[in-house]
């Protein structure tokens, strides 16, 4: 079993900037990829960024985000952070973190098997 603790969430005007992090415990060997996933209020969970924690530093980011957001990992704290940049209102959403098993890059949304209880981001105009 995986646990993943999100912090970091909060409020910020928009063209500020937040840093989320995720803190994995339990059986962290089995983990191949980290990501982050956000849902806003009446709308479908959508993938934000993700980065392989096997070995190598691939990262996946949404084209939605490219440019403002960036997934790092740490690996002596088994942690990985989404530095959010230049926030938007439409930026404001319940981020989940998610923990893939699967020996797949990059993987698809049903492979993430780990998941956070989400930690909420509000972004004001």
């Known amino acids: 079993q995986v646990q993943l603790v999100e912090s970091g969430g909060g409020m910020v005007q928009a063209g500020g900037s937040l840093r989320l992090s995720c803190a994995a415990s339990?059986?962290?060997?089995?983990?191949?990829?980290l990501g982050w996933f956000r849902q806003a209020p009446g709308k479908e969970r959508e993938f934000v960024a993700a980065?392989?924690?096997?070995?190598?530093?691939?990262?996946q980011t949404a084209n939605s985000v490219k440019g403002r957001f960036a997934i790092s990992r740490d690996d002596s704290k088994n942690t990985v952070h989404l530095q959010m940049n230049n926030l938007k209102p439409e930026d404001t959403a319940v981020y989940y973190c998610?923990?893939?098993?699967?020996?797949?890059?990059?993987?698809?949304?049903?492979?993430?098997?780990?998941w956070g209880q989400g930690t909420r981001v509000t972004v004001s105009s």
């Open positions: 998610a923990a893939s098993g699967v020996a797949s890059w990059p993987p698809v949304s049903w492979e993430y098997g780990y």
């Open positions: 339990g059986r962290t060997d089995s983990i191949y990829a």
């Open positions: 980065i392989i924690t096997w070995s190598g530093t691939d990262t």
